[in-house]
Structures are given as structure tokens and as C-alpha cells.
């Protein structure tokens, strides 16, 4: 597929379907572009459309299916609109919070390979329901195990408000929890006592 360069190809575009309840156009929308006024498309179509695929099947229809409806707070980011958001976050600018495109990649940037040459996508989320009957001080902990313990994720990380959460699909997984909500810091990663086996004691009750 070519870059859309009209309304007719954009809508084309938005119109892929990535799994059952999910389409590109669901995740393509970006605070910094609207107000930036660029444009947030991938360069590498084919490329967006399978790792978007792999986030959306292996991860999201999992946890919509589990939860109900979840909500897209951002998910595809160009690298003119992740380079941009990186630059504003270094100068201080209040609102940007883009880590460099090279660390994005395979991970808000779904159109390029990571490092090890791998594809990639996150998108982060909030699930509804779950914030909804879970407010206390260090219940997104509940959410987190879960997902541990169901989905083949490869990095989660958890923010304060509505619990809502990155969640990264990788062709290898490297299965990461980090909040900035607390209790913030890594909750488990490989290597860690707490990392392997079952944790349904921290999240009975949830579903």
C-alpha cells in the first residue's frame, strides 16, 4: 500500500480492519498533530497494518473480550509526530511525553523495526470497567498480573489517572511491567522472584 495522499486513500486506509472490533483509523488519531497540524501516517503501510494486526488480535481483543469496551488514549505515532513530541518533552514543554523515535521503534512508531530488527506496536488504553471498580492506591497492580498471567504482552506501564496503561506487542516479548502510579517503579521483569508462576491471588476477582 502507497503513503495516502487524498481524503479517498486516507479513508481507504483508515477503513483497514486490524482484527474483529478494531480498525487503523482507531488508532491513528494524535493530540500533537492536531495541534501541530502534521499529518500522523505511516511511511511503511504494509509494515503499520501487520504489527498493528499482531497488537490488536494477540492483546486488545483479549482484553475487550475479558473487560468490555476499553478506550484508546493514543496508539500510532509518525516519526514526525514522536520527533516532535521528544523534542518539546527535552525544551520542557508541558503535555509532551514522547520518548526518542529510535526507542519508539516497534513500539508507538509500528512502522519501523526495533533495534534487534523485530516489529512491534503499543497503544496505550484504558479500561473502563476496571477503573470503575478499582480506585484504590496500587489496584492497577490487579490489571497488571492479569495481563501477566493471560496475554502474550512484552512491556506494560501503568499511569495514575483511569489506570490507564501502554501494552506492547513484540515478535519477542520480553514481558515488563513498570508503573508511574503507585507504587511506581518495575513491578516484575525477568529475572525477578515474582516474575514466573501464578499470581491469581493479586487478581481474583477482578473479571
Known amino acids: 500500500m502507497k503513503t495516502p495522499t487524498s481524503v479517498a486513500t486516507l479513508t481507504d486506509f483508515g477503513r483497514v480492519r486490524l482484527s474483529k472490533s478494531f480498525f487503523m483509523r482507531d488508532f491513528l488519531f494524535s493530540d500533537i498533530a492536531a495541534i501541530h497540524g502534521l499529518l500522523n501516517l505511516p511511511d511503511d503501510l504494509d509494515l503499520a497494518i ?3 494486526s ?10 475487550q473480550d475479558a473487560f468490555g469496551r476499553i478506550a484508546i488514549r493514543s496508539a500510532y505515532r509518525s516519526c514526525e509526530v514522536n520527533g516532535l513530541g521528544n523534542s518539546m518533552m527535552l525544551a520542557g514543554k508541558k503535555g509532551y ?6 526507542s519508539n521503534y516497534a513500539v508507538h512508531i509500528w512502522d519501523r523495526r526495533d533495534v534487534n530488527g523485530r516489529i512491534g506496536a503499543t497503544a496505550c488504553i484504558v479500561v473502563p470497567s476496571f477503573w470503575d471498580r478499582f480506585q484504590a492506591e496500587g489496584d492497577w497492580q490487579k490489571m497488571a498480573w492479569w495481563i501477566h498471567d493471560h496475554l502474550p504482552y ?3 506501564q501503568f499511569y495514575p489517572r483511569y489506570w490507564a496503561f501502554n501494552i506492547t506487542w513484540n515478535e519477542k516479548p520480553i ?3 513498570d508503573s508511574f502510579a503507585r507504587p511506581t517503579g ?3 521483569k525477568l529475572g525477578m522472584e515474582n516474575h514466573d508462576g501464578s499470581h491469581e491471588h493479586a487478581w481474583v476477582g477482578i473479571l
Do not use: D, V
Open 50 to 52: 501487520a504489527a498493528g
Open 54 to 63: 499482531a497488537l490488536c488480535e494477540n492483546l486488545l481483543e483479549p482484553l
Open 97 to 102: 511525553n514522547c520518548a526518542s523515535n529510535e
Open 154 to 156: 512484552s512491556e506494560l
Open 175 to 177: 514481558k515488563r511491567i
Open 186 to 188: 518495575c513491578l516484575t
